[in-house]
């Protein structure tokens, strides 16, 4: 069903349905259009700051590789190794790429995860070395504390750009200084 524009909210059985009109709020954003730019308008005057900061990060990553070829079944063995046991969490749901499969982590030992077969009501299929597994998220069990919090170095990263200078040829160069910590 299309969405209307119209926001409905129940206040219970004893007060009557809020409606309210959020279309002007709803867009579809193309990317090259910048509505925050937009509703934040044009600067009153140019930036002239010589000096730029900024944080960069790198996601999580949410993919590792099988690292075992001594399996005793394939299609039923709950232990395996990996390449890097480190990306996975206890309660992970993981799946082999070109696989229906998913699997439960319900315990990891340095690079040796342990994992339920067939999550899900899924069919459990043969595990293979060097196959790609894609974490898929954590299932928290409802009620229970919260996980550990999982994040990566974030670096401050400065520019400067402290002049325009003058090529021999006459045009004009940015010289520009990046640093990274």
């Given at each position: 069903?299309?969405?209307?524009?119209?926001?409905?909210?129940?206040?219970?059985?004893?007060?009557?349905?809020?409606a309210e009109d959020v279309s002007d709020l709803i867009g579809i954003i193309s990317p090259?259009?910048?509505?925050?730019?937009?509703?934040?308008?044009?600067?009153?005057?140019?930036?002239?700051?010589?000096?730029?900061?900024?944080?960069?990060?790198?996601?999580?990553?949410?993919?590792?590789?099988?690292?075992?070829?001594?399996?005793?079944?394939?299609?039923?063995?709950?232990?395996?190794?990996?390449?890097?046991?480190?990306?996975?969490?206890?309660?992970?749901?993981?799946?082999?790429?070109?696989?229906?499969?998913?699997?439960?982590?319900?315990?990891?030992?340095?690079?040796?995860?342990?994992?339920?077969?067939?999550?899900?009501?899924?069919?459990?299929?043969?595990?293979?070395?060097?196959?790609?597994?894609?974490?898929?998220?954590?299932?928290?069990?409802?009620?229970?504390?919260?996980?550990?919090?999982?994040?990566?170095?974030?670096?401050?990263?400065?520019?400067?750009?402290?002049?325009?200078?003058?090529?021999?040829?006459?045009?004009?160069?940015?010289?520009?200084?990046?640093?990274?910590?």
């Open positions: 069903m299309a969405f209307t524009g119209k926001a409905t909210y129940s206040g219970g059985t004893t007060l009557p349905e809020l090259y259009e910048t509505p925050l730019l937009d509703a934040l308008g044009d600067p009153m005057r140019e930036a002239m700051s010589t000096h730029h900061e900024w944080l960069e990060d790198e996601l999580l990553p949410n993919k590792d590789a099988i690292n075992d070829s001594t399996y005793t079944d394939p299609s039923a063995d709950t232990d395996f190794v990996v390449d890097n046991g480190s990306r996975f969490r206890v309660g992970d749901q993981i799946q082999v790429e070109g696989s229906e499969e998913l699997m439960l982590v319900t315990g990891i030992n340095s690079n040796t995860l342990t994992v339920v077969r067939g999550y899900a009501g899924t069919t459990a299929e043969d595990l293979a070395d060097n196959k790609v597994i894609n974490i898929l998220g954590n299932a928290a069990l409802e009620g229970a504390d919260k996980p550990g919090a999982r994040f990566t170095n974030r670096s401050g990263c400065v520019t400067f750009l402290p002049y325009i200078q003058k090529e021999r040829a006459g045009s004009t160069g940015l010289s520009s200084h990046l640093l990274c910590l």
